[in-house]
């Protein structure tokens, strides 16, 4: 849900650094590497970088200078087929069946 509201994310100018945030330590948490580090480099970018939370602003320095060069499949809305009435995760990590 983060990645969708982050790639929109000039729907909501006045929340950008934080949902940004957010977006890159959930994707790289959940091992979507290659989102993180896109996210993390919009973050680094002059208008943003003075507005990153201390907390985290070491840990996404780093994901920007070092990415990961493993990553996950990321999941996508077109992953999702839908067969005879049921609709079924590619991978099988998400099973949705009609009743």
Known sequence: MLIRVASNISKFPS?????LTSTVIECYRSGLRGSAFSYAAMLMRPEYRSQIDAKWKKKIEQIVRKPDKTE????SDAA???RDGKAH???GLVRVSAL
Request: a negative charge; glycine letters at 6%; zero cysteines.
């Open 80 to 82: 999702l087929l839908h």
């Open 72 to 75: 996950e499949e990321e999941p």
């Open 89 to 91: 995760a590619q991978g």
């Open 15 to 19: 929340h950008i650094t934080q949902i």
